[in-house]
C-alpha cells in the first residue's frame, strides 16, 4: 500500500511540474504594457535598458511563447522600431538613431535561444529599422550609429 501511495504521489508531482511553464515559458508581465514601455526603457540606450520590473528586452522573446503573448509583444516593438526609425531618417546619428539599433541587438539576443519561433518578428523589425524611403541607401551615420546601438543591444539587452 506504502508502494502504490508513493507512485501516486511521485505521479501528481510529475503532473504538476509538466503542467507549470518554466520561466522561459513565460512572458513577462512588463513586456506586454505596449510600445510606449520600450520607449521609455530605450531612452537610456546604450546603458542599462530595462523595463519597469527589472526586465531585458532580450527576455521578452521567451523560449516557447504563446502566440497571443507573441503577437502583443511583436506589435509593440515593431510599432516603437517604426517611429524610431522615422525619427532616425529625420536627423541621422542621434538618440533615436542609437536606440532603434539598440532595440534590434536586444531582440536578437533575445530570439537566438528560442529554437526559431521569432524568426518571423526579427524579419519585420529589421525591415521597419532599416526602411528608406524610395528604396534610398541609408546615409553613413545612420548605419554606424545603428550599429553601435546594435552591438550595445545585443551584448547587454
Known amino acids: 500500500m506504502r508502494s502504490r501511495a508513493a507512485i501516486l504521489a511521485l505521479s501528481f508531482s510529475a503532473l504538476a511540474i509538466a503542467g507549470c511553464g518554466g520561466p522561459k515559458d513565460t512572458t513577462p508581465v512588463a513586456c506586454l504594457e505596449g510600445p510606449a514601455a520600450y520607449s521609455r526603457?530605450?531612452?537610456g540606450a546604450p546603458g542599462a535598458v530595462t523595463l519597469k520590473d527589472g526586465t531585458l528586452v532580450s527576455e521578452c522573446l521567451a523560449e516557447n511563447q504563446?502566440?497571443?503573448?507573441?503577437a502583443n509583444v511583436g506589435t509593440a516593438l515593431v510599432t516603437v522600431a517604426t517611429r524610431l526609425n522615422s525619427a532616425?531618417?529625420?536627423n541621422p546619428g542621434d538618440?533615436?538613431?542609437?536606440?532603434?539599433g539598440y532595440l534590434l541587438g536586444a531582440a536578437q539576443r533575445g530570439a537566438e535561444s528560442t529554437d526559431g519561433i521569432h524568426?518571423?518578428?526579427i524579419r519585420r523589425l529589421s525591415v521597419a529599422a532599416r526602411y528608406s524611403p524610395d528604396n534610398r541607401?541609408?546615409?553613413a551615420i545612420f548605419l554606424r550609429t545603428y550599429r553601435q546601438g546594435y552591438?550595445?543591444?545585443h551584448a547587454a539587452g
Open 66 to 70: 504563446k502566440g497571443g503573448d507573441l
Open 41 to 43: 526603457a530605450l531612452a
Open 151 to 153: 552591438d550595445a543591444g
Open 88 to 90: 532616425a531618417l529625420a
Open 137 to 139: 541607401p541609408l546615409p
Open 119 to 121: 524568426t518571423d518578428l
Open 95 to 100: 538618440a533615436a538613431n542609437l536606440q532603434l
